[in-house]
T-cell receptor, first 108, second 118 residues
Framework: RKEVEQDPGPFNVPEGATVAFNCTYS??????FFWYRQDCRKEPKLLMS???SGNEDGRFTAQLNRASQYISLLIRDSKLSDSATYLC?????????FGKGTKLSVKP | GAVVSQHPSWVICKSGTSVKIECRSL??????MFWYRQFPKQSLMLMAT?????????EQGVEKDKFLINHASLTLSTLTVTSAHPEDSSFYIC??????????????FGPGTRLTVL
């Protein structure tokens, strides 16, 4: 089983749609979790950390289920500028482990 | 916020030459720097971790004699790809982490260096 596994995508959605990304991780001892956004040919940028209680930042909501080792990201009212690859990232203790990412394309 | 720069942003070289990539933390002291490589449509793969003043720790499968890492100061780490070959063509990204315990889990990424070996 891969350390961090994500929906392969691509997700093609119209503007205004709600889209959800899923991610599973294999190391049950993982302590911290993140969603990063990566634009084409650019470095990844931190979108948000993910907490056990769930957290929201504007149109973005992240959830963590430690029992299922599952992380999700929900984007509401998607914008054209949300088009990017979303990386699920897990820190099992020291280093970051990146998923392959899910590509999102928001169309007018 | 914490800023990390990389230089050069892109480089094209002939097979057999060596290429040096610099990673600098501009407004904080980076006790630890990480070097990643990303092939097209693949995830970022950690190559090595370096702590200032000590030898880098390489991930399994990464040749330390081919990818030389130097982290001589708290603001600069360099990656030298020695005797580069076409299969080394990739996107190399560094990240840096400070000593602040409150942000210990956070890594700040450089903009990356795109290496093309002909």
């Amino acid at each position: 089983r891969k350390e961090v596994e994500q929906d392969p995508g691509p997700f093609n959605v119209p503007e205004g749609a709600t889209v959800a990304f899923n991610c599973t991780y294999s190391n049950s001892a993982s302590q911290s979790f993140f969603w990063y956004r990566q634009d084409c040919r650019k470095e990844p940028k931190l979108l948000m950390s993910v907490y056990s209680s769930g957290n929201e930042d504007g149109r973005f909501t992240a959830q963590l289920n430690r029992a299922s080792q599952y992380i999700s990201l929900l984007i509401r009212d998607s914008k054209l500028s949300d088009s990017a690859t979303y990386l699920c990232v897990v820190n099992p203790g020291g280093n970051l482990i990146f998923g392959k990412g899910t590509k999102l394309s928001v169309k007018p | 916020g914490a800023v990390v720069s990389q230089h050069p942003s892109w480089v094209i070289c002939k097979s057999g030459t060596s290429v040096k990539i610099e990673c600098r933390s501009l407004d904080f002291q980076a006790t630890t720097m990480f070097w990643y490589r990303q092939f097209p449509k693949q995830s970022l793969m950690l190559m090595a971790t370096s702590n200032e003043g000590s030898k880098a720790t390489y991930e399994q499968g990464v040749e330390k004699d081919k990818f030389l890492i130097n982290h001589a100061s708290l603001t600069l780490s360099t990656l030298t790809v020695t005797s580069a070959h076409p299969e080394d063509s990739s996107f190399y990204i560094c990240s840096a982490r400070g000593a602040d315990p409150f942000s210990y889990n956070e890594q700040f990424f450089g903009p990356g260096t795109r290496l093309t070996v002909l």
